[in-house]
Every structure is written in C-alpha cells, then in structure tokens.
C-alpha cells in the first residue's frame, strides 16, 4: 500500500462523519441511500433516509409499494425517477434474485437506476469489492493530485482514473473505507473553489498544490463551437414618436416577447435610408446572435401595422427581449421622439 492510501484511511478514520447509513449492515440501506445521494445532499438526505427505512424496512417491502406511499416518502427530495426506478429493481429482486442485492459490480449495475458509481459504491461498501468510485468529486481529487489532464465529463478519462485507482483500493485492504474516504474528500477537503489543502491527507504528495496549481485542475470543458446566427435590429418612430416593435415569432424560449424589427421584415416599404449604430452580440446556450443596429429618420405618418407589430408609447412597459432592451437602453437617444 502506497503512503498516500494509507494517510488517506487514517484521515477517514479520525473524523469519519457519522450518517445513519454508514455502518448500516443491511445492503437494502446502503441502496437506498445511495440512490438517495444520487442528486441530493447528505444533509437533505438523512430525514427521508430514515423514514423510508421505516416505511419500507425491506426489499420485499419495497416491491410491494403502493405509488401513494412511495412517492410520499420522496416528496420533496425530487428526480422521482429515482424512487420509481428503486421500486421497480426491488420488483426484479424479488423475481430473480430470491429478494436480495446481487454480490457482484455487474449484478448491480444491471439493476434498474444503478450507474457506474452506484454499483462501485454498492459493491464496496457491502461486499468489500475493491471497486473505486469515479463521480466529478473524486476526479477533482486525482486531477489536482496527478496533474491530469482529462476532461473528466467523458467515460473514458472516468474509466482510465478508475483503471488507476483499482489497484490502490485493493492494496488498501479496506474498499469500503477507501471509497467513503474518497467521497468524503472531494465533496469536503478538495472543493471546487478554495481546496482546503492544509487539511487533506493528500497534500505531501499532491502535485496541484506543490505547484501553487489547485485552481488550473480539473480543466474546464473546451467551449463549444456554437452556431452563429446574424441579423439586424432597426429603430424607427412613427410621426407620434412610438417605437415600431415586432412580436418574436413562435420560439420556446422567446415567444411573445417584443423585439426590434429586422428592417427587411417590415409590414411597409423599408425606410429609404438607414444609418448604422453598431452591433449587438449575445451568447444563447445554442447559438451566438449579432445584430446590426440601424436607425431611421422618424417616419412622416403612422402606418396601421398587422397583427405581431406594434407603435409602442413606452416600449419598456412591454415585455421586450434581451437584445431590444440592451440595445434601446445604450441608443435610444440615437433615434429621438420628436
Ligand atoms: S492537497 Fe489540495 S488540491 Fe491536492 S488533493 Fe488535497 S485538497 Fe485537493
């Protein structure tokens, strides 16, 4: 066992934090909370950790559940896939496996809602399967610590990390105690922002923080390239000083809100002459938006305007587009009311 394994054991023992599941020396429990941890907090946990076990002290208990007790012992704790999932993996216990968790990292991953880190954590803490757990947490941890370069979102960098440390939680001789170590680290010691190195069981042999180098670890996902969409923004008053806006056509994330009309998508003729003001740029989560502004003289008369076009008086009592409001707020001076 490397010196680094062994520190890791002596910390987890000396401040292993009590949870009602670890120790827990029934399986079905250590399930449970797992699947309870999935996508929720320890402390959240720990109540509904307690009364679920109440409610459905067992795996044929569980099988057995109504929808209305079950999803009430869940209220609140939400992704309710979960406990559907939970249920219908008891089900599937109790007709092929006698009604008990399968020994091996396999048996449980084929259970329904049981993932990679679930069945390591399954497998380890149960059965003493040397098997590492591999969340973003603990990839944090050895890509600080190794100087790894992956980007850790991925199966395979996941996989090779995992390929690393099997052979350390073997040699540990205590997989159960190495994981928890792991989870307990990455989650409380080596945190995202502000590691707490002076802490960590890890520092004399951590290269991240040898070289000052915590915050350049795990490297951020590359930017994607996103798609680039142009067009333009006109400001044009009518003889009543109102501004013309359009109506944003039917998109999920903008519909109904009022935007600056693209001068080529005008209700009457296009204004003769435009004067450009600038450009717009805005990042959506799918594309990256530029629009040219361009402005108008204000028109002699008030065209009547079809339906998803109007003559604002006060166009900031309308709900209006990011780009609109930005842009009215930096020139609308540019094109006055009178
Ligand atoms: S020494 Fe610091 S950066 Fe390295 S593993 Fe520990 S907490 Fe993380």
């Not at 040699?171 to 792991?182: C, I, K, T, Y």
């Not at 002459?273 to 402005?295: K, N, S, W």
Request: with cysteine; hydrophobic share 40%.
């Amino acid at each position: 066992m490397e010196p680094w394994v062994s520190d890791l054991l002596a910390w987890y023992r000396s401040r292993e934090r009590p949870m009602p599941w670890r120790g827990h020396p029934d399986p079905y429990a250590v399930w449970v909370s797992e699947i309870m941890l999935q996508q929720t907090q320890v402390e959240t946990v720990r109540p509904y950790f307690t009364r679920f076990l109440a409610a459905f002290p067992d795996i044929p208990a569980l099988a057995a559940a109504e929808d209305e007790p079950l999803l009430k012992a869940w209220e609140g704790l939400g992704y309710y896939t979960r406990v559907r999932n939970l249920r219908k993996a008891a089900q599937l216990l109790m007709a092929e496996h006698g009604g008990t968790l399968p020994r091996t990292v396999e048996g449980l991953r084929a259970l329904p809602g049981v993932g990679d880190y679930t069945a390591a954590a399954i497998a380890s803490i149960c059965f003493g399967l040397p098997v590492p757990v591999v969340d973003g947490n603990v990839a944090r941890v050895f890509a600080r610590r190794n100087l790894l370069d992956g980007d850790f979102h991925k199966p395979a960098p996941r996989r090779a990390l995992a390929d690393w440390l099997t052979p350390h939680i073997a040699a540990s001789g205590a997989p159960a105690a190495f994981n928890q170590a792991m989870m307990d680290l990455g989650a409380q010691v080596c945190t995202p922002r502000n590691p707490r190195c002076e802490d960590c069981p890890l520092r004399p042999t951590c290269q991240a923080a040898e070289q000052g180098r915590q915050a350049d670890f795990p490297a951020p996902p590359p930017a994607k390239a996103l798609p680039e969409r142009t067009g333009a923004a006109l400001l044009l008053r009518d003889a009543r000083g109102r501004l013309l806006l359009a109506k944003h056509p039917g998109d999920r994330l903008l519909a109904g809100f009022w935007e600056l009309p693209d001068p080529d998508a005008l209700p009457f003729p296009k204004p003769k002459r435009t004067r450009r003001l600038g450009l717009y740029r805005q990042t959506f989560t799918h594309f990256r938006l530029t629009l040219e502004i361009r402005a108008a003289k204000p028109l002699p008369d008030s065209p009547a305007l079809p339906e998803g076009f109007c003559w604002a008086d006060d166009p900031a009592a309308l709900p209006l587009t990011t780009a609109a409001r930005k842009i009215l707020a930096a020139h609308a001076a540019s094109t006055p009311a009178h």
